[in-house]
């Protein structure tokens, strides 16, 4: 009996390489397209993020004597602890905070489940850009996100890009 004949024929090295080139083709076309819906999806979510971000910060500063949150009781130099501090707890109108169902704080939260993250970065912390100081042109990706609560100007903190060559920092 010879060998061809014993009913054990395997895959020849050419056809594996085949099959191989072949899903290699087939990723090759499929892969793109996740990556794009991947960046999409933190396109949409930063876009939402910001829109909650803003809202919240309008409504502080409403209910707040025209004042954007950040700042101190009294005034003075804003600082991120205050401005997540406002923007998390209960308040008053001249930016005390407390703890959610304190007597007397009757403002807030503005955002019942925190800061959000940058979807670019996954960070929520904040930068404040103090009174005076200059707004930056373009994201670092060192915080979640940029607010200047002496204007109520509001970024999101990515150096990204959208496919279509939109600067994320511009949303």
């Known amino acids: 009996m010879s060998h ?3 009913g054990n024929r395997g895959f020849t090295l050419v056809e594996l390489l085949i099959v191989v080139v072949i899903l290699g ?7 793109p397209s996740f990556n794009t819906s991947t960046e999409d999806a933190k396109v ?14 309008d409504l502080y500063k409403v209910q707040h004597d025209d004042t954007y949150p950040g700042y101190p009781v009294g005034g003075g130099v804003p600082t991120a602890t205050l401005f997540v501090d406002q923007m998390t707890l ?11 169902g304190t007597a007397g704080y009757p403002h807030g939260p503005y955002l019942k489940t925190g800061i959000p993250a940058n979807p670019f970065n996954d960070l929520t912390t904040v930068t404040i850009i103090v009174d ?6 373009a ?11 002496q204007t109520g100007e509001l970024k999101c903190n990515s150096s990204a890009t959208t496919e279509e060559g939109a600067s994320v920092w511009d949303f």
């Open 139 to 149: 994201g670092d990706d060192t915080t979640g996100w940029v607010f200047k609560p």
């Open 25 to 31: 083709i087939l990723a090759g076309i499929v892969l």
């Open 90 to 100: 209960a308040s008053q109108k001249d930016n005390s905070t407390a703890p959610l």
């Open 132 to 137: 005076g100081g200059p707004m930056p042109t």
């Open 44 to 57: 949409s979510a930063s876009i939402q993020n910001l829109q909650s971000l803003r809202s919240a910060v």
């Open 4 to 6: 061809s004949d014993s």
